[in-house]
């Protein structure tokens, strides 16, 4: 284990940047940031154990030995009739050990994101598309639309790694051109000015269609509120002399507009068209409760992203009928796995069903769950896979504390 | 314990054995020369009647890594297997499990993935590691990586290029290069639309020439097994049998293999600029030594194409069936594109496809050198290989279906004056020893002593060689059966075969810079070591033999 006075590198499992390079001390059991300057800081050192952790299990609320909460869970899972495995975030192993489970009894397997997952996951099924990935976007983007009001505070290391670095193979990093279209704070904007040319188009972001519609013809100006004739005039030229053009955002940035599927349509689309005669591509960013992790492990053991049913030694898929909410606000399901391995965020229980947990020993839950394990973290309490928002790189998490608590793969493989 | 498969019919090309009526002996995995076996036999397998072969291996079929999984998600229609509408015949990427339960039913046990890109290759052997029974392996990308084509610019040594080949091959726990469009990936990523062999990248101002030279120099230098595997510039484009030709020659007499190589095989002739230049492409293959190749035959029907050649797949996308696509450009190092695409027998430019890549099989030589693959699934899904081998051993049948298609293509191939009939002997070389031979596999591809005990038995009863390649009496892996009259006896999971050439670790120290400058992540996290691909990929590596200790 590593001495508490030695720096060493945590690939970071929070977020689905999976940065690589977060320097951190620990004395075996708490760890601490050593950069303090670091955007994500505190959100990484939530992470740490608290007096109120919950590092052992519980059988509705009260503590137990992990033998009787696997005996408990085992019974529940011979006699119940229809299982949903519900994920909040883990890593390759755990995903694994999920599928062998849901197999075994029969059980459906969503994520809480995947709304958010199918929105990126119908440009892919419904026409075309154009991605990049980081290291290409680092190196060769000169020009970059953002698209959104939260994604900077959402990924903020985004702007560092990514979007705006010191070095670059084929850009200058002096002339980058960033376009902010949405509601960006006066903080983001004035650091990105410090090395960058930034244009910020406050447009409401249900107006991004009709904005992109006015960039791709050559008809005159239309008015879309917060855009103004000259903003269009001057974008235009950027993106005219654009060499690598590349539109980013995130999909929850678009949640509360009236048609989040229409504004990423319309963005692919102008992409697409685009390189008809130039170059540019689309980086979504994805979610960070193991979202693209759960999705391209899914898909590769059985051809689907998410929402599942085994049934025997096949499987079905369905969007509508297996999604979370409408199985648990139809009463289509009986007994609830919960795994949540990446956050200590609160935990949505339906007290009419049979809960499970098996979660991040910080766990916070709207009412107790009937049975509650404390699993490690995948990068801080054990060693793991996980894949990165781009859908290309994936990392290895390396355990950097010992507080003895198993992973989801342990505690699974005991269920099975 | 001691198993016997009694009095098959063997065909063994690697030892010269062909359709000989002997005995094999298999012990904790592996095959036992008669002359050592002097325990007690354990279970006895009766082979009269049966044809006795090593173990099938596909040298080239895109089974795991990002572009598969894209595939995967892109056309889920084609998995859903409680749908009443599902087309169970489909075989379009599907998943880790099928992929190997379809495999291991048609008695391969060796597969391996020839596009994995570097910064990809912990997610591709993961999935690989997800697909059960075979062992599996995979050939690196380059010569499309910025590092390297800078390395080239700058006209280091080819010492250093050579560090370089092999700091990757062992870092991204590959057993083979492959380079795809030589510099054109990068190119397309700068906006060139097409790359000849002796045209320059505008940015890094060098040639796909001089990119397949020194990566077949390194490679050579190095003793890697396997030659440099090629997807040549200019891949579908009518006339492309001349940038093949100098593909070949860019080799300098060194080791090459041309992959899929129907698809580089096109004159421009006739009134539609598109005909078969088989016969040029089939000179060159009979007459350099060091020229090996892939077909890549195509199949009529539904099929999915994936490639690294993100600038032949942007062009290709207006032909997407169903109509969606992908492209993406990837980590400085290449790119991807993923296009349905439907084959069609009233096509006069897809029956011709037929007609080039089994002309191409017919036209060779020597079998040792020609590889039964059909991209899968550029071509057509790997279930299609009965299909193929009939229609290779089966001229009758060949002709039949060559009768249906467009008439028109009879001016532009020369399929219907070809006789030949493959043999069994020849199928058993070309899709066993061959295959293994070029791979470096020593244990693989025959039935030596020590040989892993990987065997595909045979009903020699049935006549019709499509029913008999697709339905095995019996398959066993590592000495276990795990396939018997159709039936799945047993889960197995295999290894990865990799090669670990030697180079000079210093490299590490200059490419941890060049990552911590201009990557998004650490060169120790592009690192897959042998205890992590055994413990979190879940798939333990095989080091193969290099051929020879590393030459400056």
Same mark, same amino acid.
């Given at each position: 284990m590593t001495s508490h006075n030695k720096i060493i590198d945590l690939v970071c499992p929070f977020c689905s940047l999976h940065c690589d390079d977060v320097k951190v001390s620990t004395d075996g059991k708490t760890f601490k940031i050593h950069d303090k300057n670091l955007a994500c800081a505190k959100k990484i050192e939530r992470n740490n154990i608290r007096k109120n952790s919950l590092i052992f299990p519980t059988i509705n609320g009260k503590a137990s030995t992990l033998s009787n909460a696997i005996t408990q869970i085992k019974k529940n899972l011979s006699t119940h009739q229809e299982l949903l495995i519900l994920n909040?975030?883990?890593? &390759?192993?755990? &995903?694994?050990?999920?599928?062998? &489970?849901?197999?075994q009894y029969g059980g459906i397997i969503d994520h809480i994101n995947s709304e958010a997952l199918f929105l990126n996951l119908n440009l892919l099924q419904r026409s075309g598309y154009m991605a990049t990935s980081l290291t290409e976007i680092k190196n060769r983007a000169d020009v970059i639309v953002i698209f959104g009001n939260k994604i900077l505070e959402k990924s903020p290391r985004l702007l560092e790694k990514v979007l705006q670095t010191q070095n670059s193979l084929c850009t200058d990093t002096r002339k980058k051109e960033i376009i902010l279209v949405g509601s960006f704070s006066s903080k983001i904007i004035n650091d990105i000015k410090k090395s960058s040319r930034v244009t910020n188009i406050k447009i409401n972001l249900d107006m991004i269609p009709s904005f992109l519609d006015l960039l791709a013809d050559d008809e005159k100006y239309k008015k879309v509120n917060g855009l103004s004739e000259d903003d269009l005039v001057k974008i235009k030229k950027i993106i005219s002399n654009a060499k690598y053009l590349v539109a980013v955002w995130t999909n929850s940035d678009f949640a509360l507009t009236s048609n989040p599927e229409m504004i990423i349509n319309s963005i692919s689309k102008y992409i697409i068209a685009y390189n008809q005669d130039k170059r540019g591509a689309c980086s979504p960013i994805a979610g960070s409760l193991g979202d693209v992790t759960s999705s391209q492990a899914i898909a590769w053991m059985t051809g689907f992203a998410s929402r599942i049913k085994f049934i025997g030694n096949t499987f079905k898929h369905d969007r509508v009928s297996y999604n979370n909410k409408v199985l648990i606000d139809n009463q289509n399901v009986d007994t609830i796995i919960h795994i949540s391995t990446l956050t200590s965020d609160k935990i949505k229980l339906d007290k009419r069903y049979f809960n499970i947990v098996l979660g991040h020993p910080n766990s916070s839950f709207s009412s107790v769950p009937d049975i509650f394990i404390p699993v490690g973290t995948p990068g801080i309490d054990c060693d793991g896979i996980m894949f990165r928002t781009d859908n290309v790189v994936s990392v290895a998490l390396k355990k950097i504390r010992e507080i003895k608590l198993p992973s989801t793969e342990d505690i699974i493989n005991r269920l099975t | 314990m001691l198993i016997q498969l009694k009095s098959g019919n063997v065909y063994d090309p690697h030892n010269k054995i062909f359709n000989v009526r002997k005995d094999i002996y298999i012990e904790d995995g592996s095959i036992v020369d008669k002359k050592y076996v002097s325990s007690k036999i354990d279970k006895v397998i009766d082979c009269r009647n049966k044809i006795v072969m090593p173990g099938a291996i596909d040298m080239h079929t895109h089974i795991g890594g990002g572009k598969v999984n894209i595939a995967r998600l892109m056309l889920e229609e084609f998995h859903n297997e409680q749908d009443p509408n599902f087309d169970m015949t489909a075989i379009i990427a599907p998943s880790t499990l099928k992929t190997g339960l379809k495999y291991i039913e048609m008695g391969y046990t060796s597969c391996f993935e020839p596009a994995l890109l570097p910064a990809n290759a912990r997610q591709a052997h993961a999935e690989m590691s997800d697909i059960p029974f075979i062992d599996k392996g995979g050939y690196v990308l380059l010569g499309n990586d910025d590092y390297f084509l800078d390395l080239v610019r700058k006209k280091a040594s080819q010492s250093s290029i050579n560090d370089y080949i092999a700091f990757v091959l062992k870092a991204t726990q590959c057993i083979g290069v492959k380079v795809v469009n030589p510099g054109g990936i990068n190119a397309f990523k700068f906006n060139q639309r097409a790359l000849n062999v002796d045209e320059k990248s505008k940015y890094y101002d060098i040639t796909p020439r001089e990119i397949v030279s020194v990566l077949t120099r390194g490679i050579h230098d190095l003793g890697i097994p396997h030659p440099l595997h090629v997807h040549c510039s200019n891949l579908g484009v009518p006339g492309n049998f001349l940038s093949t030709i100098e593909t070949i020659k860019a080799a300098n007499g060194l080791p090459i293999h041309l992959t899929h190589i129907q698809f580089q095989s096109y004159g421009n002739n006739g009134d539609r600029?598109? *005909?078969?230049?088989? +016969? =040029?492409?089939?000179?060159y293959l009979n007459k350099i030594p060091n020229l090996t190749c892939d077909v890549g035959q195509i199949m009529f029907g539904q099929t999915v194409t994936m490639s690294g050649d993100s600038m032949t797949q942007h062009k290709n996308h207006k032909h997407a069936h169903p109509n969606k696509w992908m492209c993406m450009d990837i980590e400085c190092e290449a790119g991807c594109g993923v296009v349905p695409f439907k084959y069609q027998d009233k096509s006069f430019v897809n029956a011709l496809q037929w007609a080039i890549g089994l002309e191409i099989f017919l036209l060779a030589e020597d079998p040792w050198k020609v590889f039964l693959t059909t991209d899968h699934p550029n071509g057509a899904p790997f279930t299609s290989y009965p299909h193929l081998i009939k229609l290779l051993m089966d001229k009758s049948f060949r002709n039949d279906i060559l009768n249906q298609l467009p008439k028109d293509i009879l001016e532009h191939t020369i399929l219907h004056t070809l006789n030949r009939e493959y043999t069994l002997n020849e199928i058993a070389i070309m899709t066993r020893s061959a295959p293994a031979k070029i791979l470096g596999l020593s244990k693989k591809g025959n039935f030596s002593h020590g040989s892993d005990a990987d065997i595909t038995i045979y009903d020699k009863n049935?006549?019709?060689?499509?029913?008999?390649?697709?339905?095995? *009496?019996? #398959? !066993? %892996?590592?000495?276990? #059966? +795990? #396939?018997?009259?159709? $039936? @799945? %006896?047993?889960?197995?999971?295999?290894?990865?075969?990799? +090669?670990?050439?030697?180079?000079?670790? *210093?490299?590490? %120290?200059? !490419?941890?810079?060049?990552?911590?400058?201009?990557?998004? /992540?650490? !060169? *120790?996290?592009? @690192? @897959?070591?042998?205890? =992590? /691909?055994?413990?979190? +990929?879940?798939?333990? #590596?095989? @080091?193969?033999?290099? $051929?020879? $200790?590393? $030459?400056?």
């Open positions: 909040h975030g883990v890593d &390759l192993s755990g &995903l694994r050990a999920i599928l062998g &489970l849901a197999s | 600029g598109f *005909s078969s230049a088989a +016969v =040029e492409i089939s000179n049935k006549k019709d060689p499509e029913d008999m390649f697709a339905h095995p *009496s019996m #398959v !066993l %892996k590592d000495g276990k #059966v +795990v #396939v018997e009259n159709g $039936k @799945i %006896k047993e889960y197995i999971w295999g290894k990865t075969q990799t +090669v670990a050439p030697e180079y000079d670790k *210093s490299i590490e %120290k200059n !490419l941890g810079k060049f990552f911590d400058k201009y990557h998004t /992540m650490k !060169l *120790s996290n592009y @690192i @897959i070591s042998d205890d =992590e /691909m055994e413990r979190l +990929v879940g798939s333990p #590596v095989s @080091i193969n033999e290099c $051929k020879h $200790k590393r $030459k400056e």
